[in-house]
């Protein structure tokens, strides 16, 4: 009896997905567990991972046309929102107060930009499962990290960390990739290897040193829910919020200032920041809307350019850094995302939704959303739920019948 021919060994195509596996375990799993004990985590290893998955695609060119895509992302309105307000951050350094460090700055964002373009050119048009599993291995493993650190009075993290951010930080790299290692799973019809992850992530967040983390997993908790609940609701509300609050911001300290008087302290720092933020609008509301170039809120305020009581805050610091221009382009930027993101996978939505109101949150909460490790952070996690919607092909098995298997 004849034997069917063995396939031709290709030893570029087994390099590639070894390299591919390799790539995905730096983003996956390396990334979000060093950064709990690594000050430079992130953005050390990141590059890394970035170029194995390049390099891979390279040798087996095992991915969608790069024109074509390339063409798609900048002609889409997201694409065009995003490219306006990269162009508008880069020509607002003509009239910024630190221009030697909002430069280093802004080149950093637009390389860290381009880096991750190349991995979504190099991305295959199908994702291996067992790829994609490293993500929750990842997750699981950076939460047990974060418990054990947590409980321990060694706190490494902080030790290391010039900013007393180094758990928190790590933490918050957790709470940020956990999302879509959570869709994933529940994709994939895990919901109670997803609920267990899950309660491990609220635990780790719960245990940090700060409650920033553990309040903006728990928003997403509840995004997560009214997604899951109606698909189109929770698109819906999630990108009419995240645009609103972008869009609408100036109007804050008017419209909230007199709500928060009556159930806060009159020293409460939400309310302070009110009061700074209605100020900072009344000293010169004309440069407030073409911005005072970008990285001035970040480094005004240990400088006195800007009041040290003024809200750490994406509305506000957009707004402050590159007024109404940049402020649309943001907006519009987040609103198109996040609609984009509502045509995934079914299952990869409620996470996706989680992801924003998750990364949002912090955002708006204390996190600067230029700092390096933090945008590098969010540029992997969106990486990660766009492989995990390309793994989403062939969910059942194919049936034999008479000898012949149906695809």
Same mark, same amino acid.
């Given at each position: 009896?004849?034997? *069917? ?10 390099a ?10 730096t ?5 979000p567990?060093?950064?709990?004990v ?5 953005v ?5 991972g ?7 695609a390279l ?7 790069i ?11 997201g694409?065009?929102?995003g490219? @306006?307000?990269?162009g508008?951050m ?9 221009r030697?460090a909002?430069s ?7 390389a860290?930009?381009?880096m ?23 997750v699981?493993?950076a939460?047990?990290?974060a418990?054990? @650190?947590a409980?321990?009075?060694?706190a490494?993290?902080r ?6 951010a ?7 790299v ?8 959570l869709?994933?799973l529940?994709s994939?019809g895990?919901d109670l ?6 309660v491990?992530?609220a635990?780790?967040a719960?245990?940090a040193?700060v ?6 997993f728990a ?9 899951s609940?109606? @698909?189109?609701?929770?698109? *819906? ?13 100036p ?11 009556l ?19 009344g000293?010169?509301?004309l440069?407030?809307?073409i911005?005072r170039?970008?990285?001035? *809120?970040?480094?005004?305020?240990f400088?006195?350019? @800007?009041r ?9 610091d957009?707004w402050y850094d ?6 649309g382009a ?5 609103? *198109? ?13 409620p996470?996706?939704?989680?992801a924003?109101a998750?990364?949002?949150t912090?955002?708006?909460l ?17 990486f ?9 092909f062939?969910?059942?098995?194919p ?6 298997v149906?695809?």
């Amino acid at each position: 009896m004849a034997r *069917a021919p063995l396939p031709p060994v290709d030893p570029a195509a087994d390099a590639a997905a070894l390299l591919r596996r390799l790539g995905f375990a730096t983003l996956m799993v390396a990334v979000p567990v060093a950064a709990l004990v690594a000050r430079r985590a992130v953005v050390v290893l990141a590059p890394i991972g970035v170029a194995l998955l390049v390099i891979a695609a390279l040798l087996d060119r095992d991915h969608d046309g790069i024109v074509p895509d390339l063409k798609r992302i900048v002609t889409s309105p997201g694409g065009l929102a995003g490219t @306006l307000l990269l162009g508008w951050m880069v020509l607002s350094l003509a009239w910024t107060p630190f221009r030697a460090a909002a430069s280093e700055r802004a080149l950093n964002i637009l390389a860290v930009t381009g880096m991750m373009l190349a991995v979504y050119l190099a991305l295959p048009g199908r994702m291996r499962v067992a790829n994609l599993y490293l993500a929750p291995v990842g997750v699981a493993a950076a939460a047990i990290l974060a418990g054990v @650190l947590a409980l321990s009075d060694l706190a490494i993290g902080r030790a290391v960390d010039e900013d007393g951010a180094g758990l928190e930080r790590g933490i918050m790299v957790l709470v940020a990739t956990s999302w879509p290692a959570l869709a994933w799973l529940r994709s994939r019809g895990r919901d109670l290897e997803a609920l267990a992850l899950a309660v491990a992530v609220a635990v780790a967040a719960l245990m940090a040193p700060v409650g920033l983390p553990f309040a903006a997993f728990a928003v997403g908790g509840v995004v997560f829910a009214l997604a899951s609940i109606g @698909l189109r609701l929770g698109v *819906a509300v999630t990108a009419a919020a995240l645009a609103g609050a972008v869009a609408l911001a100036p109007l804050a300290p008017f419209v909230l200032r007199p709500v928060a008087a009556l159930v806060l302290r009159r020293n409460d720092p939400l309310l302070v920041g009110l009061d700074a933020w209605r100020r900072v609008i009344g000293d010169d509301p004309l440069r407030f809307l073409i911005g005072r170039g970008f990285e001035t *809120a970040a480094r005004g305020r240990f400088t006195g350019f @800007l009041r040290p009581d003024a809200p750490i805050s994406l509305p506000f610091d957009i707004w402050y850094d590159l007024g109404i221009v940049g402020a649309g382009a943001l907006a519009t930027a987040l609103y *198109a995302a996040v609609r984009a993101a509502g045509r995934a996978h079914a299952g990869l939505v409620p996470g996706a939704m989680a992801a924003f109101a998750t990364a949002f949150t912090l955002c708006c909460l204390g996190v600067t959303p230029v700092q390096l490790w933090w945008f590098t952070t969010l540029w992997i996690a969106a990486f990660v739920f766009l492989a995990a919607d390309r793994g989403q092909f062939r969910t059942r098995r194919p049936k034999a019948v008479s000898g012949v298997v149906r695809r």
